[in-house]
């Protein structure tokens, strides 16, 4: 049973940066494929970016360029350095871990980014 809990989340002014902490425990964190989605109200929970085991990325168009993930397999802690952020990044952000067809999921930490 893995344990996922999120941080760095907060108020931020469009343009800022912010970065989000995902610390896992009770399972290897190197076999895990790691993602962060996010769900703003009224809409539907999406993927923003995902890593692989090896490190290898993926991201949303919407955060291309602006965001990058990254994972410590030594402390088992996920990443999520957000730049440039835009009002419309305003969510809840949720970190996942993912294997086989067993998902877990945290807390959320909350995002806002408004003037």
């Not at 002014?13 to 970065?19: A, E, K, N, T, V």
Request: with cysteine; net charge positive.
């Amino acid at each position: 049973q893995m344990q996922l809990v999120e941080s760095g989340g907060g108020l931020v002014q469009p343009g800022g940066s912010l970065r989000l902490t995902c610390a896992a425990s009770g399972a290897i964190f190197s076999n895990f494929v790691m993602a962060w989605y996010r769900q703003a109200p009224g809409k539907q929970r999406e993927l923003v970016a995902d890593i692989s085991r090896g490190g290898s990325a993926n991201y949303a168009d919407s955060v291309k360029g602006r965001f990058t993930i990254s994972r410590d397999n030594a402390r088992n802690t996920l990443y999520l350095q957000m730049n440039n952020l835009k009002p419309e990044d305003t969510a809840v952000y949720y970190c996942n871990g993912h294997r086989s067809i067993v998902d877990y999921w945290g807390q959320g930490t909350q995002v806002t980014v408004s003037s």
